[in-house]
Every structure is written in C-alpha cells, then in structure tokens.
C-alpha cells in the first residue's frame, strides 16, 4: 500500500498569516493515464469531508482562492495563504491513484 | 444540487449485519462511480470500496480490511449505492461515508454512524 506522510502533525496559525501542509508519498503517483490524483481534504469539526483540491493543483468548486495545492511525483504541499477562522480542522492529503486509496495522517490546524 | 445522504446506521452486535444506503440527487446517478468511506472514532480516514458505473462495467473493489465480509451494490433506478456489511466487527464502529466518483471525490455525505458492540 501506498504511504502517504503528512508534516506537520498539527499547526497552530494566527489569523491572517500563511499555513503549509506537506505530504509525501512512498511512491510516485502518477497515473497510467498521466494524470497524478493527489487530493486535499479539510475535515471541520461536525462536518464530513470536504474536497479542497484535485489532482494535485486544481481548487474545487467553491473553494476560496487562499487555497492552493502544488507538488509533483512523491511531495505535495497544501498552502493556506491567509488562514481564517473557519479553517480550524483536520487536513488530509490522500492519493486515488493505486489500490487501495490512502489518506495521509492528518494535520490539525488551530487558531492561535 | 448534488446531495448525498447516507442511512441505516446504528447499534449491532458483532457477528450481526447491517445494510447502508446512500440516496443521491441533483445529478445523472448511473454516470458516476460511487466510494465508500469510513472513519472509526479519533482514527483517520479509511477507504472502505467503490463500485463503477455501468459503462466502466459496474465492477467493484474492496479495502482489504472488509473484503469477503462487505458487499457494495447499486441501484441506478433509484439513485442508491448500498454497502451491505457482514460479519461485523468491534473494528467496523466508524462513520461511514459514500462520496461521489472514485478518483476526485468531490461530493460526501454527512455520514452515518455504525457501532459493532454487545
């Protein structure tokens, strides 16, 4: 199975400042097809799983601009470009492109 | 609007069944692969299994952690995948949540929450 390592574990951020979430991978995870499905999924609390970012860079519908995803064959970083109050949750980076799909461990993002 | 709602979760003993359903609207059902989730208390995410679409030829792969014991099915009348679980364990209590597609995921349910206990 594919590991996926996430640093931090968790991160502590005033409002308004920059936050990163890494995650790297055991293997590449590019896709037969080329494509690399690597995505980034904010968990808030009491809420289920939201999609930020797909294959690697791309912002899902409704996601704020802050957001951003990049990253090739085994890193990936996740950048919050000005953390807001509503970010508080847990992170994850998981990969769709090998059986079975694997989650990073998450990282907690709180408000300083 | 795509929704998706999961049910039939709740309290069982272990050994016992339980069946999931996860209605969908506000999109072409029979379009899409349909995932299956899981998050087991203060644990992270597990994937549980999807099911493809027709066209894709509507095969199935499980986690190893529930194959020979859960059963992904759908029904693309109604909109439902379903998650039939078996031989339940103390280490199946998780939420359990279907999502849309199997590779970007974009749309989940709220979940609902299966307890394996005596």
């Known amino acids: 199975d594919i590991v996926m390592t996430q640093t931090p574990g968790s991160s502590s951020v005033t409002v308004g400042q920059p936050a990163s979430i890494s995650c790297r991978s055991s293997q590449g995870l590019v896709h037969s097809d080329g494509n690399t499905y690597l995505n980034w999924l904010q968990l808030r609390p009491g809420q289920p799983p939201r999609l930020l970012i797909y294959k690697i860079s791309n912002r899902f519908s409704g996601v704020p601009d802050r957001f951003s995803g990049s990253g090739a064959g085994t890193d990936f970083t996740l950048k919050i470009s000005r953390v807001e109050a509503e970010d508080v949750g847990v992170y994850y980076c998981m990969q769709a492109t090998h059986f079975p799909l694997t989650f990073g461990g998450g990282t907690k993002v709180e408000i300083k | 609007e795509v929704q998706l709602v999961e049910s039939g979760g709740g309290l069982v003993e272990p050994g016992r069944s339980l069946r999931l359903s996860c209605t969908a609207s506000?999109?072409?059902?029979?379009?899409?692969?349909m995932t299956w989730f899981r998050q087991a208390p203060g644990k992270d995410l597990e994937w549980v299994g999807f099911?493809?679409?027709?066209?894709?030829?509507?095969?199935?792969d499980y986690a190893a952690s529930v194959k020979g014991r859960f059963t992904i099915s759908r029904d693309d009348s109604k909109s439902i995948v379903y998650l039939q679980m078996n031989s339940l364990k103390i280490e199946d209590t998780a939420v359990y949540y279907c999502?849309?597609?199997?590779?970007?995921?974009?749309?989940w349910g709220p979940g609902t929450l299966v307890t394996v206990s005596s």
């Open positions: 506000g999109f072409t059902f029979g379009d899409y692969s």
């Open positions: 099911i493809r679409n027709k066209i894709a030829g509507g095969t199935i």
């Open positions: 999502t849309r597609d199997r590779i970007k995921m974009d749309y």
